[in-house]
């Protein structure tokens, strides 16, 4: 179906976005499967391509960009690529630099925006805990009033970019007596004492985003780490959690678009029988179905970043747009793995690997079953 959502300026954009990852991804993958990791030089070649800062302000060395779509239109590049590589670009510019562009300080903007436009300074968010992420309200680290700053306590899990981050946003408790309303975020520069990162962890897929632990051992912060209101962290979350998922939605729906395509290519070159597998009317049908649902996940991801752009997407058309492009991905990609016969069970095949990568996007950026409850809520259940 012919998209509309983008103009010339997005398409441009596009180029430049493909342009980088033919210099800077495409020779570098197998190094960054095996690293587990992306090294610093793809943040600040990415940086000087101005991909980073595209929400950030240009007095803070930022494209400004105004217009989700240049977000959406980076995310789907990458995504083709890897969905790792969305995924770690997304927490970096597009989870994470919003909430110190929205909620940050000058003085705040002025320490760190320039370093996350340029690569330097690496972003990550902390939000769950070895004890649970779905009740994000039940979070056990704690910071504590100590004189005019706080001290930090407790651990954080799963946390992408984790590993390699500069600083990490975290959610602790401030008030242990009022849950939802006792959280603050805080902004905490990973050279501050006290601070650890645990192993690596080791994953299903996404092998090249560095995910891990990350522990603080009374960590001192003072006013100044605050990052929106002490109290509100809460709040802040549930206002940034629907581009979150609207930036998952977008990626899941690239991620699978693409495995299909080359798919499709696979089903008429593989033969058997005498005639190619994507002949056979059983597998014709079920790429027919494939495309279909594609396109319908696709043009409902459209509206959403263009409700985005005007400031009307709502919590629950963004839980949607992530619960279904999730299931969506996970039907296309599974099929994608059968019409590949033993190839696509083997690691060193690319369907292999997106089959994997994909399955965490049912679990991240809340689980598709706390999507539906938003969902039910709303629906007045
Ligand atoms: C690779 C990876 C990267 C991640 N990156 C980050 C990151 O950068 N930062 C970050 O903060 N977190 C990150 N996460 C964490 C992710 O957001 C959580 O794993 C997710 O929110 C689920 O939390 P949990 O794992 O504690 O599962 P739990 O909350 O323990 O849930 C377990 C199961 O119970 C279900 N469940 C829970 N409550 C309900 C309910 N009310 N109704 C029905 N079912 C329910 C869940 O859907 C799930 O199926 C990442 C996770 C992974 C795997």
């Known amino acids: 179906m012919r998209r509309t959502i983008y103009d010339d300026d997005h398409e441009a954009f596009r180029d430049s976005v493909r342009s980088f990852i033919e210099r ?74 919003p909430y110190l562009v929205q909620l940050g300080t000058d003085a705040q903007k002025e320490r760190w925006l320039p370093g996350v436009a340029s690569g330097n300074i690496l972003l990550a968010i902390g939000m769950t805990e070895p004890s649970g992420g779905s009740d994000l309200a039940a979070l056990k680290t704690t910071a504590v009033r100590d004189g005019d700053g706080w001290v930090l306590n407790g651990s954080k899990t799963f946390i992408t970019n984790g590993f390699s981050a500069d600083l990490v946003v975290v959610a602790a408790r401030t008030s ?40 603080f051992d009374d960590v001192r912060l003072v006013d100044a780490d605050v990052i929106g209101e002490v109290d509100m962290g809460f709040v802040h979350m549930m206002q940034k ?100 016969g033993g190839y696509g069970f083997m690691n060193e095949y690319r369907v292999a690997r997106a089959w994997r990568d994909a399955r965490v996007t049912k679990i991240w950026a809340g689980s598709n079953e706390i999507m539906k409850e938003l969902i039910g809520r709303d629906l007045g259940l």
Not at 24 to 29: I, L, S
Not at 194 to 212: E, H, I, M, N, Y
Not at 309 to 338: F, P, R, Y
């Open 176 to 215: 242990p007596e009022k849950r939802a309303k006792g959280i603050t975020l805080f902004g905490v520069e990973t050279t501050s004492v006290g601070f650890s990162r645990g192993r690596k962890l080791d994953k299903v897929g996404q092998p090249q985003a560095d995910t891990a632990e990350l522990f």
């Open 241 to 340: 959690l629907p581009q979150e998922r609207l930036g998952a939605a977008v990626a899941n729906v690239a991620h699978a678009k693409q495995i299909l395509l080359e798919t499709v290519a696979y089903a008429k070159e593989r033969s058997a029988f005498g005639s190619s597998i994507g002949a056979f009317q059983h597998n014709k049908f079920v790429l027919a179905d494939m495309a279909t649902r594609i396109d319908v996940a696709e043009a409902y991801v459209d509206q959403c970043v263009l409700a985005h752009n005007d400031g009307h997407l709502t919590a629950v058309d963004a839980a949607k747009a992530k619960w279904w492009t999730a299931e969506t991905q996970s039907i296309v990609l599974d099929h994608c793995v059968q019409l590949h």
């Open 24 to 97: 800077v991804v495409v020779p570098e993958q197998e190094d960054h499967l095996v690293a587990q990791a992306l090294p610093r030089s793809f943040w600040t070649e990415a940086g000087r391509q101005d991909l980073l800062g595209l929400e950030i302000p240009e007095e803070y060395g930022g494209a400004a960009a105004g217009d989700y779509r240049f977000m959406a239109v980076l995310t789907e590049e990458l995504a083709k690529v890897a969905a790792a590589y969305a995924s770690c670009v997304g927490i970096h510019a597009d989870i994470t630099a």
